[in-house]
């Protein structure tokens, strides 16, 4: 449970706050920044509120700054929940840090549901706020500003239409046994099936190319009909279960959400038998935008990125944006595959309004180049535009200035945000988002951005603190 408003001090956390204990430098700039801009827990107190009746009663659990606090120390640290509960219980820096001091501290659970009760607008607005706070302590100045797209994947398998069915038959088939173990009576009419479809799509994975030719589209048949047959047998389940009652009001709650679980699995049941009728049996090309590619994550995307080492990409492309000091000004989680030449205006357009003038410099690779870019760039007010043409025959002029000493510099300041993709993966866990739902995983994208401008803010903070060297005999 969390908890609006922050609890009672006792004497043990002021025993606890008289131990100086020293907190590591980088947390402790992270931790002076937060203090000083109260508007970031501002943010998270307004979500934390929705739906309480009186935020100032209840019993102990996460307040604003701790809950911003935690989350910011979990993508620092790339710890999962469980992580993140024992390291802070154990030790006394992170107990400071996150203000817990000599309370108890929650079960992982807490962790969850607390950070799942943010929402990516209150993450984006936070970020945009800490990127406002840097320019004000003249951290930043966005004379320069890089662009690059990546794709963050979903915590999905590969997809084929035979593990797809498989899935489908299997997660029926285990939650109509779950209601079956709940009512009283049963249910019936219900075959499990689970052993023939699992047969059936181990055949086909385990397939050489010659059988493929011969004998996939009869397996791909049968797996068909099995699956169609786990759906319509589910489906006359939820039909005689539509008054059923359990022993306790405890067991109606859990029966009422089973049923909508299988209903809501039926459905996708649906899709991925249509999918795998049309594309196998009757040899039709499916738009991506028709496909779906996993039942437990529906708004996962196929990208196509033209990678030899990873030609298909199953997850969201982001887009992001990065200044000359290391701070990431924008973020966008995208629907679909769109070119990143789309992203050009909208990203001078979100510039200007945070810093108040176009940059001097923009860098971008060959994806972002199109002529009616390099127009948008000049007319904000660019001067150099570093964006190499992509195609094409290149005028003499054009060749001058790709050749050019500054244009070159320009492409390797454009280089430094493929390092920061690679902080972002190694360092902040941000390669595979393995939270469930399309709003979790902007959320993910979110707080491993805000731990980046953290750590970036902090680092800047004690370089413009530290007392410069003495020259050299």
Same mark, same amino acid.
């Given at each position: 449970?969390?908890?609006?408003?922050?609890? &009672?001090?006792?004497?043990?956390?002021?025993?606890?706050?008289?131990?100086?204990?020293?907190?590591?430098?980088?947390?402790?700039?992270?931790?002076?920044?937060?203090?000083?801009?109260?508007?970031?827990?501002?943010?998270?107190?307004?979500?934390?509120? %929705?739906? +309480?009746?009186?935020?100032?009663?209840?019993?102990?659990? +996460?307040?604003?700054?701790?809950?911003?606090?935690?989350?910011?120390?979990? %993508?620092?640290?790339?710890?999962?929940?469980?992580?993140?509960?024992?390291?802070?219980?154990?030790? =006394?820096?992170?107990?400071?840090?996150?203000?817990?001091?000599?309370?108890?501290?929650?079960?992982?659970?807490?962790?969850?549901?607390?950070?799942?009760?943010?929402?990516?607008?209150?993450?984006?607005?936070?970020?945009?706020?800490?990127?406002?706070?840097?320019?004000?302590?003249?951290?930043?100045?966005?004379?320069?500003?890089?662009?690059?797209?990546?794709?963050?994947?979903?915590?999905?398998?590969?997809? /084929?239409?035979?593990?797809? +069915?498989?899935?489908?038959?299997?997660?029926?088939?285990?939650?109509?046994?779950?209601?079956?173990?709940?009512?009283?009576?049963?249910?019936?009419?219900?075959?499990?099936?689970?052993?023939?479809?699992?047969?059936?799509?181990?055949?086909?994975?385990?397939? /050489?190319?010659?059988?493929?030719?011969?004998?996939?589209?009869?397996? =791909?048949?049968?797996?068909?009909?099995?699956?169609?047959?786990?759906?319509?047998?589910?489906?006359?389940? +939820?039909?005689?279960?539509?008054?059923?009652?359990?022993?306790?009001?405890?067991?109606?709650?859990?029966?009422?959400?089973?049923?909508?679980?299988?209903?809501?699995?039926?459905?996708?049941?649906?899709?991925?038998?249509?999918?795998?009728?049309?594309?196998?049996?009757?040899?039709? &090309?499916?738009?991506?935008?028709?496909?779906? =590619?996993?039942?437990?994550?529906?708004? /996962?995307?196929?990208?196509?990125?033209?990678?030899?080492?990873?030609?298909?990409?199953?997850?969201?492309?982001?887009?992001?944006?990065?200044?000359?000091?290391?701070?990431?000004?924008?973020?966008?989680?995208?629907?679909?595959?769109?070119?990143?030449?789309?992203?050009?205006?909208?990203? #001078?357009?979100?510039?200007? &309004?945070?810093?108040?003038?176009?940059?001097?410099?923009?860098?971008?690779?060959?994806?972002?180049?199109?002529?009616?870019?390099?127009?948008?760039?000049?007319?904000?007010?660019?001067?150099?535009?570093?964006?190499?043409?992509?195609?094409?025959?290149?005028?003499?002029?054009?060749?001058?200035?790709?050749?050019?000493?500054?244009?070159?510099?320009?492409?390797?300041?454009?280089?430094?945000?493929?390092?920061?993709?690679?902080?972002?993966? %190694?360092?902040?866990?941000?390669?595979?988002?393995?939270?469930?739902?399309?709003?979790?995983?902007?959320?993910?994208?979110?707080?491993?951005? #805000?731990?980046?401008?953290?750590?970036?803010?902090?680092?800047?903070? %004690?370089?413009?603190?530290?007392?410069?060297?003495?020259?050299?005999?």
């Amino acid at each position: 449970m969390t908890r609006a408003t922050p609890p &009672q001090w006792s004497f043990a956390d002021l025993e606890f706050r008289a131990q100086n204990v020293t907190l590591d430098p980088l947390l402790q700039q992270i931790s002076d920044f937060i203090d000083q801009h109260q508007t970031l827990v501002e943010h998270v107190r307004l979500d934390l509120q %929705r739906g +309480l009746k009186n935020s100032a009663t209840g019993r102990n659990g +996460l307040d604003a700054a701790q809950v911003l606090r935690s989350l910011a120390l979990m %993508r620092v640290k790339n710890w999962d929940y469980r992580e993140l509960r024992e390291r802070i219980a154990d030790g =006394y820096t992170l107990r400071q840090f996150t203000q817990f001091f000599s309370r108890p501290v929650p079960k992982h659970d807490a962790f969850h549901r607390a950070f799942a009760k943010l929402t990516p607008a209150t993450l984006e607005g936070i970020n945009q706020q800490v990127v406002l706070a840097a320019v004000a302590l003249g951290l930043e100045d966005g004379k320069k500003l890089r662009t690059d797209t990546t794709v963050v994947e979903t915590d999905v398998h590969h997809p /084929t239409d035979s593990t797809l +069915l498989w899935d489908t038959v299997r997660v029926i088939s285990r939650l109509v046994g779950r209601l079956h173990k709940l009512l009283p009576r049963g249910v019936r009419g219900f075959t499990n099936h689970r052993r023939s479809a699992r047969r059936r799509m181990q055949e086909i994975q385990r397939m /050489t190319a010659q059988q493929r030719h011969n004998q996939m589209v009869p397996k =791909y048949r049968q797996l068909i009909r099995v699956s169609r047959q786990v759906v319509a047998n589910a489906r006359r389940v +939820l039909k005689q279960t539509q008054n059923a009652r359990g022993k306790t009001a405890l067991d109606d709650l859990t029966i009422q959400a089973l049923r909508k679980e299988i209903e809501r699995y039926c459905q996708l049941g649906d899709r991925v038998i249509d999918q795998a009728r049309r594309r196998v049996l009757e040899g039709e &090309q499916v738009p991506s935008d028709q496909k779906i =590619y996993s039942i437990f994550e529906t708004h /996962t995307d196929l990208i196509k990125r033209g990678k030899t080492q990873k030609p298909i990409e199953f997850g969201h492309k982001v887009f992001l944006a990065e200044s000359a000091r290391g701070l990431i000004t924008q973020y966008r989680v995208l629907e679909g595959n769109p070119a990143d030449q789309h992203h050009v205006e909208p990203s #001078l357009q979100r510039h200007q &309004q945070t810093f108040g003038r176009a940059p001097e410099l923009y860098g971008g690779d060959r994806g972002f180049y199109s002529p009616n870019n390099l127009t948008a760039c000049q007319q904000a007010g660019v001067k150099l535009i570093c964006i190499p043409q992509r195609g094409g025959k290149k005028t003499p002029e054009r060749e001058a200035l790709e050749k050019s000493p500054a244009f070159k510099k320009g492409q390797r300041f454009r280089a430094g945000i493929e390092g920061r993709i690679s902080v972002l993966f %190694r360092g902040r866990g941000m390669k595979r988002c393995l939270a469930e739902g399309r709003q979790r995983f902007e959320l993910f994208v979110g707080a491993a951005v #805000l731990a980046n401008n953290l750590l970036r803010i902090a680092a800047l903070l %004690r370089a413009k603190r530290k007392p410069p060297r003495p020259a050299a005999a």
